[in-house]
C-alpha cells in the first residue's frame, strides 16, 4: 500500500512543526579593491568603506559587522599597493578632519561614485569597535542625507592637487633654497628631527645628506637628527635597524614595524653622513632578515611589542650579574633610570592608557654618547640579547611583495656594495631585480602575488625598477642591466607621463574607475617623479643623444609649481632635481 506523502501512518507519532528560523545577515566579507567593489557599490547605492590596513580587520563585534556590510561595501587594501588611493585618503582627512565631530574622508571617482575611508589607529594599537559605531553611523547618515555635500567636498579634494602656474623662474636651486627654509621652520632643536609625530623623513634627509657638503645649517640639522634617532625608540640597538615611526616629540612609543625601503634609505643616508657602522648593520639586517625566497625582499616586518622589550631580570639571566647590569645601565633598561612612560592617543578613536610603570619592561636604546669600552662591551653582549629575542615571538612578514620597495631597496644594495666594496650586496640586488623583471614582460605590477585580472602597474613601481636595472647597469660587466633599464624606462614614460610633462601615478585609461593623481608627493619614501630623474640621470649619462635630459626638464617645469607651493610634501622632486638638474641653464622653469 502507498502512502501518500501527505498522509501519516498511524504507527508513527506526527513530527511537530519546527519555527521557521530567519537566517542572521552575512558579516562584512572586505573585497579586494578593484572595479567589481564599486560596480557592487553603484548596484546597492551604499558607499564603499575602505580600510588600508595590514590585514583584513577582524570585527569581533557582529552587529557591527552586520551593519558595515548592510550599509556599505567593505574593501580592504595592504598599505603601499596604490599610493594615489593612499595619498588622497590623505589630502581628504587633512582637509576635512574638523568638520563635524568625527574625520570623515569622501572622495568622488570618475563616475560619481562617493567612498569612505575608515579612520584607523596607527600600527600596533587596536581599533575601538564603539568609535566605529559611531563613526559609521554618522558616515551613513551623511551620505544619505548629503549626496551634494560629499560631492563638493569631493571636488575640493581633487583640486587640492592643483598648483598656481608660475610668475618668474623657478630652478632647482631655489626650490633647495626654500626646502632649506620649510625644514628649519618645522625643525625640532631639542630633540632633533621635524614635527611633532616622530618619523624619519628620508626624502628630507636625503636632501639634506647632499646639501651638508655647502651648507653648515644643513650639516647641523642633519647630524642632530640622525644622532636623536641612534638614541631614541626609533632605532633597535640589537640588531641595527630602524622602526617605521615613533608617536611622541621625544622619539618614544615606536610603531612595530620594521619597513624595507625606509631601513635601505637610512642606511644609505648614515653611510653618507660617515657612520658606516650603523649602516653596515642596518644592511645586514635587511640582507639576513627580509630575504624571500625566489630572491624577493618582503616589504615590511611586523613584531609584537613584548619581543622587543626585556626587564632587567631577563637581561641579567641571559649575560650573569654584572654583565647584566653594565648592559641594563648603557641600554636604558634599569627602572630607576626610566621615565614614566607617556600617554599616547594616536588618533580619537582609540585611545591608550597609561600602563603601571613598575612591570612594564623597557626596549634597549643606545645613550646619545658611548666609550670606546662601552661600545665594544655592547658588540660583544649584543647577539647574546638577540638570541634571547629570537626565542620569543617571531615577526611576522608582509603578505605580499612590493615592487617598489623591493626594487628601492635593491638600488640601496646596488650603491652601497659598490661604495664599500661588498659583493653580496650587488648580488643581492642582482637577484632582487631579475625576480621582480620575471613578473612581466613589461613593467611589473605594484606588488605580487597577484592575478592578472588584478595587477595594477604603478609610476613608483615602474620607476624604481627602471632606477635599479640602471644603477645596476653603471657596471660595465652589467651592461645587460642597462639596457633593460633605458627599455623599461622608456615604456614608463610613455605611459606614466601626461601630455603636459606630469608623472601621474596610474596609466591613462578609458575604463579606469579611479581618477589619475599626480605622482609628485613624497610618503615615507621618495615620490615616483623622483625616481624618474634619477633614472634620467644615469640614461642621458649612457646615451646623451637620446633626449632624457630635455625628458627631465620637461617634468621639472611640470612639477615646479607644486614644488615652490609645498616644497615639504616634494622635498624627494626638489632633492633629485637640485642633484642632477642644477648647473644646467635649462634648469630655469619659464613662466607658464
Known sequence: MRVSSYAQPSHIPPIAPSPVQAAPPAPAQFL???????????????PVLLFISDAPPTLSDAALSMQIAE?????????????????????????????????????????????????????????????LYVWLSQADRRFAQNRDAFIRQAVQTLRSFRAEPLRKPYSPHDAAHDLIRALSAVHDPINGGFGKLKQPLCPALRFLSRAAIGSHQARTALDQTLEAMLASDLYDPLDGAFFRATLTEDWRVFVPEKPLALNALLALTLLESGRRAEAVRALDFLLSACSAPGGMLNPCLTYSRESCAFTPEQVCAALGGEDGLRACRLLGLRRQYAGPPPKVT????????????????????????????DAAFLRRVMPQLLRVRAARTPPTAAPCVLTEDCALAATVFALCGRRLGEA?????????????TALSPGLPPSYTPVSALNAQLTCGAGAALALALLTLGQDEALYAYRESGLRLLGAALHLFIAPNGMPMHTPQDSAAFFPRIPAIFDSELPSPAALFLHALALADGFRPEAGYRE?????????????RQQPLACAGLIDAANFTLSGSPEAQTRPQ
Open 424 to 436: 653580496r650586496y650587488i648580488q643581492l640586488a642582482q637577484r632582487a631585480v631579475g625576480a621582480l
Open 551 to 563: 625628458a627631465a626638464h620637461t617634468l621639472w617645469a611640470a612639477a615646479a609649481p607644486y614644488a
Open 346 to 373: 594616536p588618533s580619537r578613536f582609540s585611545p591608550v592608557e597609561d600602563a603601571g610603570q613598575t612591570d612594564l619592561p623597557r626596549t634597549p636604546t643606545l645613550p646619545k654618547s658611548l666609550t670606546p669600552e
Open 71 to 131: 550599509r556599505t561595501v567593505p574593501v580592504w587594501l595592504y598599505p603601499g599597493m596604490r599610493p594615489d588611493v593612499e595619498l588622497l585618503c590623505q589630502r581628504a582627512g587633512a582637509l576635512f578632519s574638523e568638520e563635524g565631530a568625527l574625520p570623515l574622508c569622501a572622495l568622488m571617482l570618475e563616475d560619481a561614485r562617493v567612498f569612505l575611508a575608515a579612520p584607523l589607529p596607527p600600527a600596533g594599537f587596536a581599533l575601538d569597535p564603539s568609535r
Open 32 to 46: 579586494p579593491f578593484s572595479a567589481e567593489a564599486f560596480q557592487q557599490a553603484r548596484t546597492r547605492d551604499v
